[in-house]
């Protein structure tokens, strides 16, 4: 097990008008030669060799691990915070016991194309995901800001399909 526990650390933005939180989370344990591993299992948005960390943009919010930190920026509470920590420390440690397995990666991972998403979305644009058009969605179901599940109307089969097309380049959306 290569992460065991963290100390959260909270704060809020600089803009004073932000209902948002940012969170630190200072881990037990030294990850910095696993990113790359991480890089390969949990689709990169940013790999930087030099500092080492990898940046990951995944349903809004832009994560970074470095070597002994995990930053979250965008969180409603501490419990969305919790969350996404417990299921980073899942990752990272299932990612340690199979490292050998993994080929790591130093490049930034491709990301699933916009038209090839909105091909199994149903093209109501009904807007009950809160975006003006399904083409709008595809767009952050791309960028790993919106998953699946936040299209009410979607029906299952579609779901499935659609999130096993984005589980070649992004991790499943955490519960």
């Avoid at 050998?100 to 995901?129: F, G, H, M």
Wanted: proline content about 7%; some cysteine; aromatic content about 8%.
């Amino acid at each position: 097990m290569r992460v065991k526990s963290y100390r959260k650390e909270f704060a809020l933005p600089p803009n004073p008008k932000a209902r948002h939180l940012r969170c630190y989370a200072h881990l037990d344990g030294n990850i910095g030669e696993l990113l790359p591993h991480l890089n390969t299992v949990l689709g990169g948005h940013q790999y930087d060799k030099e500092t080492p960390s990898l940046t990951l943009k995944f349903k809004g919010k832009l994560i970074t691990l470095y070597s002994q930190m995990i930053a979250i920026n965008i969180l409603k509470d501490e419990a969305e915070a919790d969350s996404i920590l417990e299921w980073l420390r899942r990752e990272i440690n299932e990612t340690w016991k199979r490292r050998r397995e993994i080929e790591p990666s130093y490049e930034v991972s491709a990301k699933p194309r916009i038209l090839d998403i909105l091909r199994l979305l149903p093209k109501t644009n009904c807007q009950q995901c809160g975006q003006a058009t399904c083409m709008v969605f595809a767009t952050q179901v791309s960028e790993g800001v919106s998953c699946p599940d936040d299209c009410p109307p979607m029906d299952e089969p579609s779901r499935r399909k659609l999130q096993k097309y984005l589980d070649a380049y992004q991790p499943a959306c955490w519960s």
